[in-house]
């Protein structure tokens, strides 16, 4: 399962506000995530309702890319991201 992820700047994003991003399997969106203008503070938020724990250090342990490459969500990301709609599927 391949995860795509978009920044999300709908909103206009404020200087010290959070980033904020969409997060797909394939076409269908399926969570958003967000975190701090330092990447400090950050979470996970499944379209089910689901708010996830955060099992990283940094934001850049999720996301990966970024500048001149494409953002990516990381593999250690994508495979927790897969547990989590595995287990609410489960439930």
Wanted: glycine share 14%.
């Amino acid at each position: 399962m391949a995860f795509r992820i978009e920044q999300d700047d709908s909103d206009g994003r404020e200087s010290f506000g959070p980033y904020t991003y969409r997060i797909y399997d394939g076409d269908r969106l399926i969570a958003r995530f967000w975190h701090d203008y330092r990447g400090d503070d950050h979470g996970i938020d499944l379209l089910v309702g689901t708010k996830l724990d955060w099992p990283f250090g940094r934001f850049f342990e999720f996301v990966g890319g970024g500048g001149p490459e494409p953002l990516c969500v990381t593999e250690r990301g994508a495979s927790y991201l897969q547990s989590c709609l595995a287990a609410h599927r489960d439930a």
